[in-house]
């Protein structure tokens, strides 16, 4: 019997995670903060100018008419003076930050109603971190049990005076339920249409005999499709796959595959402006526009050290079932880059050569091993899928509509291609029963149809997870509540201080990146985006990469963290396996995000060539005369100055 792990072994270092980073921030910003430099001249004359245009943006005259039509859109970023230029942009964006993207209504409850709000979004938010201190209800109930509660108890502060009014429906984000139902949707056609078809072999491509290749094969698939596609498709589609070879090979502890699977989804989701719903959503809220190629060039070497750090760890924290036998880091070194084995392990692989060659002649005889006709369908749609993806369309749309087409394919399929199911019933002797016979009231006997079709809705569709749709749309409703009393952005104005107006300059910049992480687990990454995005509208390329990748590495530190850990969770209790449970992805999810989170964020600060100033509001060129001494202090620029250097190039 193993011996079971010491509370040090297990939470030793995260504890010393979390101690080192906070002396860290203590040394460079000083216990109190008294360390803190102080603003440049440049740092507050931008600030003074962001005052100045959100002034005159809000005194511009403007058509209701015109605005209606437009709807929750502030349209293209670049107007031509007919259309009124970067005033009518600005004006524009800065209505919609403000009418939809974070509405303020903090100010209208009282100190009892933001109370109350706060403690029941954090008791149920313990509620779905540990759902197995409670009842047996499961995270959608729990979710959903929530959502219900906190609109009910919104009602009743407002009937009461003590809140606003909660619309309930405009803070639950349909993008993310529609995507999730068309990607359940395609992966349930995919794995079901044919034996031996696509699925099977996205599932043989992974497996291995080695336990610490089938990781690293799967962390590798993980972070390359999430950067491709979206984090959430991923893990949706691959969660099933990875639990089916953890059975396959009959491993004693499934939790590091399923942490390859997540954790690299993650990390490798932060690489593309299309990998989350954050980057996608940073992307259309930054007030400069921030282009593909750009994105991604500025985050290769944080995400490619983020996940050097996460496989290491992943490798040193559960080397004991990655590397069986195995006596230490040594040895697995030996292992990894010298090829040696130890007894364990070459009996696990003798034991999957020889489940293998038992397989081949059954294999050959179904002709599993070739492309069927159906599996190059499956091919095309998918195909197509991705085309359409990476041509800008609709992502909710492009996923239901490959779903769609898969179900009527496989509907077709089953009617005209397959073999009918065998209804003959036999007794205890295994002599066949006659078929059954119905009468109407009559007494008339009626007769059976030729042939009964059996609709999807009876079969394919009952498949889809919709407990999980369940999950996130409560999941919307807590957050969306939480968020209307301030608390979030109080919490954030309170532990910046001074550094927010600074907040991605050295120091300020690694105390920002934790305050974001902690935030993205208690507030959830999106809401987090859109609070920034009103509280800093004038926000530079370069502030919105360190944001979208400590939000993003922060889905990795809880298991609330990242929808991507959910799902995971989710899609592996639904075919029994619970290991990946909040007690154990901590231990490894907070100093391993710790790590990844500071070595990726000095990279980004040292190595980027994003802007660090607004192109956009023509601020670089201010900022490069100050750099070059030019300018000494905030008399030297005023708005003639603006205008004589660079308004009218």
Known sequence: MAKKASFLRVWGPTLVAVCAVLVINAAMLGPFGSRIPELTPMQEYNLALNEKLTRDVKAMDFDPTVEIKRGKTFGPRNLSE?????????RRRHRYLGEYVHVDVSADFNTFGKVSVSLIY?????????????????????????????????FILYSLGMGPVFDAESVIILEPLFLLFG???????????????????????????????????????????????MNDSIVLIFSGVVVDLCVRHKVANSLPYLLSLATTANTGSALTLTGNPQNILIVSLAYDEIKWLEFC????????????????????????????????????????????????????????????????????????????????????????????????????????????????????????????PENTEYDAEGNPLPPKKTYDLDGNEIEPEEEELVTESETTLTEVDYGLLMLFIGQFILIGSFNDTGVPQEFFRLTMGSCAAQMTSVPCLYWFVLI???????????????????????????????????????????????????????QAAKVGDRTFTSERHAPFGIPSTIIALYAGTFLLDRFHFIPECSEKLMRCEGQKYYEEGRIYNTNDIDDDWYDDNWNNE
């Open 183 to 229: 990607l359940m949707l395609t992966t349930i056609y995919l794995e079901k249409m044919e034996r031996g078809g696509l699925f099977d072999k996205l599932r043989d491509s992974l497996d291995d005999p080695v336990n610490w290749k089938r990781s690293a094969k799967i962390m590798l698939m993980s972070t390359l499709g999430s950067a491709a596609v």
């Open 122 to 154: 954090f008791a149920f938010w313990v509620f779905l971190m540990f759902p197995n201190w409670f009842l047996p209800i499961g995270r959608p109930g729990i979710a959903l049990g929530g959502g219900l509660s906190m609109v009910v108890w919104r």
């Open 82 to 90: 007919a259309e009124g230029g970067v005033m009518e942009y600005t």
């Open 297 to 420: 060039g500025n985050m290769v070497a944080p995400v490619f050290a983020a996940s050097i750090i996460n496989a290491v760890m992943l490798f040193m924290y559960y080397s004991s079932e990655l590397f069986p036998g195995s006596s230490g880091l040594m040895e697995n070194c030996g292992i990894m880059f010298g090829g040696n084995r130890t007894p364990e392990m070459l009996a696990q692989e003798h034991a999957y050569y020889a489940r293998q060659a038992a397989q081949k002649e059954r294999k050959e005889e179904v002709a599993s091993a070739g492309w069927s006709v159906w599996s190059i369908i499956q091919i095309l749609i998918i195909v197509c899928f991705l085309i359409f993806f990476a041509m800008g369309f609709d992502v909710c749309v492009t996923s239901i509509t490959a779903g769609a087409v898969l179900m009527c394919i496989a509907s077709y399929k089953r009617q005209h291609f397959d073999p009918r």
């Open 516 to 570: 974001i992480t902690v935030l993205s687990n208690i507030a959830s990454n999106v809401p987090v985006v859109q609070m920034l995005a009103a509280t800093f509208p004038y926000a530079t390329p370069y502030d919105w990469m360190q944001v979208s990748f400590s939000a993003t590495i922060a889905g990795n530190l809880t298991m609330l963290g990242s929808a991507a850990n959910m799902i995971v969770a989710f």
